[in-house]
């Protein structure tokens, strides 16, 4: 071969390994891997983010974990947020922007005994609420039903109390907690606080403001090829479970089954705005609705300007129906 026989096959080489290099993406999740987490795994068990020419690492969550922090630090692209948080962080003036929901409503709720029919009910029970809780759902929830501080207690993030004590009620995550609670024999009374007006969205998609500028291509690509995922999850989760016990081993089939049929069932993945906008969509009057609770609960100042804090320019780009 001669040498400009070399040089230009080296060249050619060289072309198509940059035309299929892939963006490289670190996603950090809210916890450890889970169902709640499953679409985004579905997507890269199936290929789908590469063939949205996306390298996407997904890193988890947890306790100790401070994923704003670590985003603000530039150890991730994208972190899963929450719009309290996410309107806090403007607020002090932090450049971090939300740029799609996962979820439609948060999964979050207050779990009773089968004895009691109405959430207006709670307010003759003790109240297992944790910490976190009361800068964000627990100031709602006594303005709008009139529970007190004294009948609240800490939640110790378990259900051993709520079992030996009928006259408890607990917070807790519909995909998760109950199940606990019905493997000990009870069937609880769930009241999903978004069925009642609790208006944020949940596991959203934050990035740094300076990114949406830098590299809008790779934000739409990650959201669109991250909604294919979950539509797919939702159809057959086979394939992102194996990487969800991969990460996390200590995650069971029964548990992942059971928050699997949650999500659909209160469609919190699919439902409200998704069913005609889309997966991952947002709307500018859900996150009015969200600020002005906070506002009115002296969660945040009222001259914040709220629009800081997401951009619908990435969802409404991208339409994939569940």
């Avoid at 072309?15 to 450890?32: R, S």
């Avoid at 939300?98 to 439609?104: D, H, I």
């Avoid at 208006?199 to 500028?213: E, G, I, N, R």
């Avoid at 548990?255 to 993945?269: N, R, T, W």
């Amino acid at each position: 071969m001669t040498i400009l026989a070399r040089l230009s096959l080296a060249i050619l080489l060289f072309t198509t390994t940059v035309a299929h290099a892939l963006d490289k993406v670190t996603f950090l999740t809210n916890w450890y891997a889970e169902a709640e987490h499953g679409g985004f795994y579905q997507a890269v068990a199936e290929g789908i983010y590469e063939k949205y020419g996306l390298d996407v690492k997904i890193g988890m969550g947890g306790p100790q974990v401070n994923v704003y922090q670590l985003l603000l630090a530039e150890k991730a692209d994208f972190v899963m947020g929450y719009d309290v948080a996410t309107i806090n962080a403007v607020e002090q003036n932090l450049p971090l922007i939300t740029v799609a929901a996962n979820f439609q409503s948060e999964p979050v709720g207050l779990i009773a005994h089968p004895d009691v029919e109405r959430i207006e009910d709670l307010k003759t029970r003790t109240l297992l609420i944790g910490q976190a809780s009361e800068t964000t759902y627990w100031p709602w929830l006594k303005a709008k039903y009139g529970f007190t501080e004294a009948q609240k207690r800490p939640y110790a993030y378990s259900v051993q109390q709520f079992l030996v004590d009928k006259n408890v009620a607990q917070q807790g995550y519909i995909t998760s907690e109950p199940y606990a609670i019905e493997k000990a024999g009870i069937k609880p009374k769930i009241f999903h606080l978004a069925k009642y007006g609790y208006p944020p969205y949940a596991q959203t998609v934050v990035t740094l403001t300076k990114t949406v500028k830098a590299k809008p291509d790779v934000i739409k690509r990650f959201i669109e090829a991250s909604a294919l995922g979950w539509k797919s999850y939702l159809k057959n989760a086979a394939p992102g479970n194996a990487l969800i016990r991969k990460d996390n081993p200590q995650m069971d089939d029964d548990q992942i089954a059971f928050s699997i049929a949650k999500l659909k069932e209160y469609g919190i993945v699919d439902g409200g705005d998704a069913k005609k906008l889309g997966l991952f969509t947002m709307t500018d009057a859900r996150w009015k609705q969200t600020f002005a609770f906070m506002r009115d609960a002296g969660l945040v100042k009222p001259d914040v300007d709220v629009h800081k804090a997401y951009t619908l320019e990435f969802v409404k780009q991208i339409r994939v129906l569940p």
